[in-house]
């Protein structure tokens, strides 16, 4: 049920169920970070491997001290620009977060989401929510209460309506150590942005593996179409045919393009959507879940991108677009 009562969103999580909540940077699906009958549940509904952690939601980094036993001076410093938002520091855990939370590692990851009405449930309960993308495991994330209610919406009670989410594409993920900032996962905040805020180079450490370095698998945020990253050169246009190097040839009208401002072809091509005509990376961002997601409905073979320029957000788009185009067939 789609609905924007958080009075029983609030009774549902009090009760140990699940509910799918906005964030601005995509919705959650939530449940109650101290009990472990509630992430069983959320594990269940994503049918998500256990080996991969969740992020846990509160209202203010000072409030995370319920939960971890030491935050480092810089996060403060960094909160006090990004939070709340679209920043998911790296902690070391209490024993009052199970195990299954943080797939057994001694970090919890947390952030403080900046939508009114997510920060308003989570000042009305007495713990923090557990809440990773609320879309089957795997597949692309959702930025819409619709989205949720078309895969999801028969596996929980209650999505929490807060419009489309405003930037998109997921937090990013920062761990410490000896003040040094690390990026785990590229997301809503740039590199650019906590450079300048710190004045340090920080450095990514971008895995593919599970679990200890931070929750990067493969293949994911996939739509179920083949999507292919490409370049330019890989791609030969004909009249009614379209040639992928090494990939093979398909007829045009069975080829979905995802731009980023400029069309593949200057023809009536069905199947093409521009993120960002005006090449606004934070615009792009905002649209690339819903696009990935409408062309994945259309009746076409294959989905083609040339992804985005490599800078700002346009780090986590691309990250993105390499993961979902990631086959290992
Ligand atoms: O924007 C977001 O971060 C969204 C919204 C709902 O807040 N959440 C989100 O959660 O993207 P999820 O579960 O889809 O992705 C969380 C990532 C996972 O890939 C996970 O492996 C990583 O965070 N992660 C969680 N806890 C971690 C930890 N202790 N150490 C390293 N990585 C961790
Ligand atoms: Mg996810």
Known sequence: MITQNIEFALELLQKNEIVAIPTETVYGLAGN??????????????????????????????NAKDFVTYIPDIFYELAKIFSPGALTFLLPKKKIIPDIVTSNLKTVAVRIPNH??????????????????????????????????????????????????????????IGEKNGQITIFRYGGISKEDLEAWTGQTIHAQISNSNPTAPGQLESHYAPKKKLYLLKKNQINIQEKEIEIKNIGVFPIDKVGFL?????????????????????????????????????????????????VPSQHLGMAINDRLQRASFYKD
């Open 33 to 62: 970070a101290y009990s472990e009958i509630a992430i069983q549940k959320i594990f269940e509904a994503k049918k998500r491997p256990t080996y991969d952690p969740l992020i846990v939601h509160t209202y203010s980094l000072e």
């Open 116 to 173: 009114a009405l997510t920060l308003s449930l989570l000042q009305k309960l007495d713990f923090p929510l557990a809440a990773p993308s609320a879309n089957p495991f795997g597949y692309i994330s959702p930025t819409t209460a619709q989205h949720v209610e078309n895969q999801l919406g028969d596996k929980i009670p209650l999505i929490l309506d807060g419009g489309a989410a405003e930037i998109g594409v997921e937090s990013t993920i």
């Open 259 to 307: 731009g980023f401002n400029e069309w593949l072809v200057n023809l009536p091509i069905k199947n093409q959507i521009l993120l960002a005509e005006n090449g606004d990376l934070k615009l792009a961002a905002q649209k690339l879940f819903a696009a990935m997601r409408e062309l994945d409905t259309k009746d076409i073979e294959i989905i083609i991108t040339l992804g």
